[in-house]
Structures are given as structure tokens and as C-alpha cells.
């Protein structure tokens, strides 16, 4: 079974960063088109921000421009999420996923929580 896991989250000031790493098997790693996802209490997840395998193309919702930066590094099988200037309502639970374009298949990890909070 493919895992993505997750980590990087904790509690952080207002203001503070966060790095969030997403790590996959490293024989397919390389071909998924991987997105980082929050789902905060009470809501639906939402797409933060994602990043294709090939040309590393980004895309960032809205309140993650400016602020947040995915990117990768296929030869340690890994994504990252850098979380600059964190607002009490970024806090959520964190999740990575992964698309393999070969085969359709979608994979989650387990989530990371992050507090935004003082």
C-alpha cells in the first residue's frame, strides 16, 4: 500500500513559519502530481497548494499566495510546504496527496496538525 506521511506541524505564534515535508515511496514518488490540502473544525479540506511532476508547475489558493511555497525534491522523494506568516485561520489539520498520472490512482497521507495561535 502507498503511504505519503506527513510532518512538520505544531503550534506557532501569529506571524511564526512552519515547514511541512510529504514523503513517498520512492520508486513512483517521482511520478505523482502532489497537492497539500487543510481541513480545519466544522469545515471541508480545501486545496492550499500543489505541484506537478513534470516542470514542477505550482498553483496556490488565494489566501496561500504570497505566503506559502511548495516545492520538491524527487531524488529524496519529498514535498514541501513552507508556511510563512501564519494567521490563527490557517490552522487546520494538513494533509498531502499524491496523484499518479500513469495509473489515475490518488493516495493521502494521514495529516499533520498546525496551530496558528498565541
Known amino acids: 500500500q502507498v503511504q505519503l506521511v506527513e510532518s512538520g506541524g505544531g503550534l506557532v505564534q501569529p506571524g511564526g513559519s512552519l515547514r511541512l515535508s510529504c514523503a513517498g515511496p520512492v520508486s513512483s514518488f517521482s511520478f505523482y502530481d502532489v497537492s497539500w490540502y487543510r481541513q480545519a473544525p466544522g469545515k471541508e479540506r480545501e486545496l492550499v497548494a500543489a505541484i506537478t511532476s513534470i516542470g514542477f508547475q505550482t498553483n496556490y489558493t488565494d489566501s496561500a499566495k504570497g505566503r506559502f511555497t511548495i516545492s520538491r525534491d524527487n531524488a529524496k522523494s519529498t514535498v514541501f510546504l513552507e508556511m510563512n506568516s501564519l494567521k490563527p485561520e490557517d490552522t487546520a489539520v494538513y494533509y498531502c496527496?499524491?496523484?499518479?498520472?500513469?495509473?489515475?490512482?490518488?493516495?493521502w497521507g494521514q495529516g499533520t496538525q498546525v496551530t496558528a495561535s498565541s
Open positions: 496527496s499524491g496523484l499518479d498520472w500513469r495509473t489515475g490512482r490518488r493516495y
